[in-house]
């Protein structure tokens, strides 16, 4: 159990989705997304104790997109965390039942339904310092591709392009290699007012699997608004034969985005995971990244609008793809 205290008590939600029927991580009106519904269900489990609870995540995916490791935080204030563990009616206290961490779990996963497009993994008090989005270190995402060549799993489709052309994976992969590193990603963005597009892409890499599918691994300390679709899309014009190699990296010195190769759909793209530094680093993280917003300006993830994971969920602090 936690100190008493007037404080809020933050809570590290892990978490996965499929995102084929929300439009996007972020909150809007009218429309179905992840945070809305998550944000639903903790104000259906807390109604009787406002303020309705508000999501911090990792990085903001865009519509279409998945997630199989996104991280969130929640803030709870100490009434909704006595609300949390205290006794059904009728029931006596048990062990699990004054256990906030599993109680928060068992909540949110029953409001959202036994069959939920959305799973809440894991609940549990957040160290000292923790910020999902801010502490964030790098983010992981994959893009899956059935070329000509390849077997076509329906039952896959929801994550899976499937592409008309067969695909050169040698020399996708070689591409990708060359586009590694710290750079001004502009000509793989759609650049936002005052935000930076440089950003250090930590590995990139093809291979096709063994039943002929194609994925793509990558991994950044955040991704722009698009970024993860851009380079995928490059790639893939590469893949074709449409595209030198070196035009990618001519483009990438360039620094502007042009009409040579197209944006990937949503679909084949997933975030795998969201790493973090160890316990006592993560306030200085968080520091750390915050100072770098302010200086740089707000930077975004694949399809979200903040910074942290882009494309994908990530920008420059926390982004979508």
Not at 101 to 113: D, F, P, S
Request: with cysteine; glycine share 8%.
């Amino acid at each position: 159990m936690v100190e008493n205290s007037q404080e809020p008590v933050r809570f590290r939600l892990d978490l996965s989705y499929d995102g084929s029927d929300f439009t996007g991580w972020s909150r809007q009106p009218g429309l179905r997304t992840v945070q809305g519904t998550l944000e639903e269900a903790l104000e259906t489990i807390f109604r009787r104790h406002p303020p309705a609870p508000r999501l911090v995540v990792a990085g903001r995916t865009d519509a279409g997109v998945h997630a199989a490791a996104q991280v969130a935080h929640v803030e709870l204030t100490r009434q909704q965390l006595a609300a949390l563990v205290k006794p059904s009616r009728g029931h006596r206290e048990t062990a699990v039942s004054s256990d906030p961490e599993v109680q928060l779990l068992r909540r949110v996963n029953g409001v959202l339904g036994a069959v939920s497009d959305i799973v809440v993994h894991r609940a549990r008090i957040a160290p000292e310092g923790f910020d999902a989005r801010f502490s964030a270190v790098w983010r992981r995402y994959e893009y899956r591709i059935a070329d000509a060549v390849a077997h076509r799993d329906p039952l896959q489709r929801h994550r899976t392009y499937w592409h008309h052309l067969p695909l050169d994976v040698e020399a996708m992969d070689a591409t990708a290699a060359s586009l590694v590193g710290l750079h001004d990603f502009r000509a793989y963005c759609k650049p936002r007012e005052g935000a930076t597009t440089i950003r250090t892409l930590q590995d990139f890499r093809w291979r096709r699997d063994e039943d002929g599918t194609i994925v793509a691994f990558l991994q950044a300390d955040a991704f722009c608004h698009s970024m993860v679709r851009a380079l995928v899309g490059a790639c893939v014009s590469v893949g074709e034969g449409k595209l030198p190699a070196q035009e990618l990296t001519r483009l990438l010195e360039q620094r502007e985005r042009d009409n040579e190769f197209k944006v990937m759909p949503a679909r084949g793209l997933t975030l795998i995971r969201v790493g973090y530094p160890e316990d006592g680093l993560l306030r200085f993280r968080a520091e750390q990244t915050r100072a770098r917003r302010r200086l740089d300006g707000e930077a975004e993830a694949e399809g979200a609008v903040e910074p942290s994971a882009a494309d994908d969920g990530t920008a420059g602090s926390s982004a979508a793809v």
